[in-house]
């Protein structure tokens, strides 16, 4: 069987599967690998994970898409394209998995939220815009000062996650409109791992080769990367923005789920709520962005040739 039987074939099979149900099952695989990867902190820490998920991950989304030279240079800023989401992948990694070492799962995806909950306001300027806000601000306070200590170092490690997933939605959105298959993702990862390789060779060493370190390193590679950048660049193809955001809501729970479940890291119920909050002040934050780009075109229709069409994706594949 050729790679490009393989390509059709995943294309095929996702084609069956409703959208919304391939968005989910990323959610939950990005969750479940966060929450899988710490049993190997001990041995080769977050920088070493971080590394050994991008170089495994790249490596199998290269033979599984098999990216071409010829591809990108026949689309204009391909390159510039890949390579900013690359650096902005493996920043949010490092960041991210950084975060994880200090403090529960769940707070860490609700804070690293706020990327995209940032950009799905920016869609809209209108007075009622402070409703979904000022949700979020709530939900950060329960958050961090509603039981359970949170360390302020994590914290602020989750923000920088934030603000790499926001920018990585953005250059990704684009990616995925201007390369067919996943070619433009499966080098962009593949640059994320060269870009983290000396800080995880620094703090790994030789546990990289460790066989359980590399077993626990491809399944959350697997788990966490290469189905649901897959999966999700599917989904973006036949679903509208506004309902991918508010599917992705959905990161912040899973992410406490799948702590609570696998790492027994419990959180009191006012952190609960404040993942809630932030959750739903995504979905209304989305809806309200929507609405606003809806009523700008309406305004706009025959004033220009690009009237009525579809504004740049506010999110995009999930990390």
Not at 156 to 183: D, F, N, P, T
Not at 235 to 253: K, Q
Not at 269 to 291: E, N, Y
Request: hydrophobic share 55%; charged share 10%.
């Amino acid at each position: 069987m050729t790679d490009s039987d393989v390509t059709r074939g995943f294309t095929r099979v996702a084609g069956n599967i409703p959208a919304p149900v391939l968005v989910l099952g990323g959610v939950c695989g990005i969750q479940f690998g966060a929450a899988f990867s710490p049993q190997i902190y001990p041995q080769v820490g977050a920088p070493g994970v971080v590394f050994l998920r991008l170089l495994i991950a790249g490596v199998l989304l290269c033979l599984v898409w098999r990216p071409r030279r010829q591809a990108l240079d026949s689309v204009k800023g391909a390159w510039g394209t890949v390579i900013g989401a690359g650096a902005l992948l493996a920043g949010h990694h490092l960041a991210f998995y950084e975060a994880v070492n200090h403090i529960p799962l769940g707070a860490v995806a609700t804070i690293e939220f706020l990327g995209p909950f940032a950009i799905a306001l920016a869609g809209s300027r209108r007075a009622v815009d402070l409703l979904p806000a000022c949700l979020a601000a709530a939900g950060v306070v329960l958050l961090g000062g509603g039981g359970v200590p949170l360390d302020p170092g994590g914290l602020a490690l989750a923000a920088v996650a934030a603000g790499c997933w926001g920018g990585y939605i953005l250059v990704s959105s684009r990616m995925a409109r201007r390369l067919s298959g996943g070619q433009g993702l499966a080098l962009a990862v593949l640059w994320a791992a060269l870009l983290s390789t000396p800080y995880g060779i620094v703090r790994a060493g030789s546990a990289v080769l460790d066989p359980h370190v590399l077993w626990v390193a491809a399944v959350v590679a697997v788990a966490s990367s290469v189905l649901p950048y897959s999966l999700n660049l599917e989904a973006l193809r036949r679903i509208p923005p506004r309902v991918f955001g508010v599917l992705t809501s959905l990161e912040p729970a899973a992410g406490a789920l799948f702590g609570l479940l696998i790492l027994g890291q419990r959180l009191a119920w006012p952190q609960w709520l404040g993942i809630a909050a932030v959750a739903c002040a995504s979905v209304i934050a989305t809806f309200l962005g929507a609405g606003g780009r809806r009523k700008s075109q309406v305004r706009a229709k025959g004033a220009s040739p690009d009237a009525g069409r579809p504004a740049l994706c506010e999110t995009g594949p999930a990390r």
